[in-house]
């Protein structure tokens, strides 16, 4: 069965340094969508991504953050200078067109980011 | 601003009984209304969606009840097994939008 992958599994990095966080999306689906989870904490929505544009994006996604289809299979999330507060599970979801107008999204096992 | 309310943050019940979970919601009118699995360390997992217009879905041993005037979901696993222990997640969107999710509730199945 086809599943969205992500790397790395758990990303280190240093306050203030770059991060890039990898996904491939099910293969034909066309929505893609970023969800981060702080520990404890629900998961909350970032940004949506369609017909290589941010279709929606909350609060939390400021000008530090952007996203990116660079060729036919990846999509990726780029924090540019971390915080701490960035600190968190990030998902990677993914979702076919052709539901009817449904919204059933499909998630990657998350990356751990963890900005020392 | 939108909210979602998950009445328990914790339920345990013994083996090969029902489940049942329950979602409140206000200020939103959703499309959809779907409950995910998340284990713990994992990606949620999709389970069930409903639609506005429709009242009950089922799916093996699963059933999502929807009612659009009292605002609510109820979740029901039945004939439950250890295997069922998980955080489930109770989640709205509209369309192709943003899903919303509530803060779960975390179901202990007891041998």
């Known amino acids: 069965e086809p599943e969205v992958t992500q790397t790395p599994s758990h990303q280190v990095t240093q306050m203030g340094q770059e991060v890039i966080l990898r996904c491939v999306p099910i293969s034909n689906h066309l929505y893609f969508y970023w969800y981060r989870q702080i520990l404890g904490q629900k998961v909350e929505f970032l940004v949506s991504?369609?017909?290589?544009?941010?279709?929606?994006k909350s609060e939390i996604f400021d000008d530090q953050f952007s996203v990116e289809r660079p060729d036919g299979s990846n999509f990726t999330l780029k924090i540019r200078s971390t915080k701490l507060e960035d600190s968190a599970m990030y998902f990677c979801?993914?979702?076919?067109?052709?539901?009817?107008?449904?919204?059933?999204?499909?998630f990657g096992p998350g990356t751990r980011l963890t900005v020392l | 601003s939108q909210k979602i309310e998950q009445n328990s943050e914790a339920l345990n019940i013994q083996e090969g009984k029902t489940a049942t979970l329950t979602c409140n919601y206000t200020?939103?009118?959703?499309?959809?209304l779907q409950w995910y699995r998340q284990d713990p360390g994992r990606g949620p997992v999709f389970l069930l969606l409903i639609r506005e217009n429709e009242k009950e879905k089922r799916k093996e041993r699963l059933k999502v009840t929807f009612d659009t005037t009292l605002k609510q979901s109820l979740f029901h696993i039945t004939a439950s097994q250890p295997a069922d222990s998980a955080t489930y997640l109770c989640a709205l969107s509209s369309s192709a939008s943003k899903i919303i999710f509530g803060s779960g509730t975390r179901l202990s199945i007891r041998p």
């Open positions: 991504f369609y017909n290589n544009e941010i279709s929606e």
């Open positions: 979801a993914s979702r076919r067109t052709d539901t009817g107008g449904s919204n059933e999204q499909f």
């Open positions: 200020n939103y009118s959703p499309a959809y």
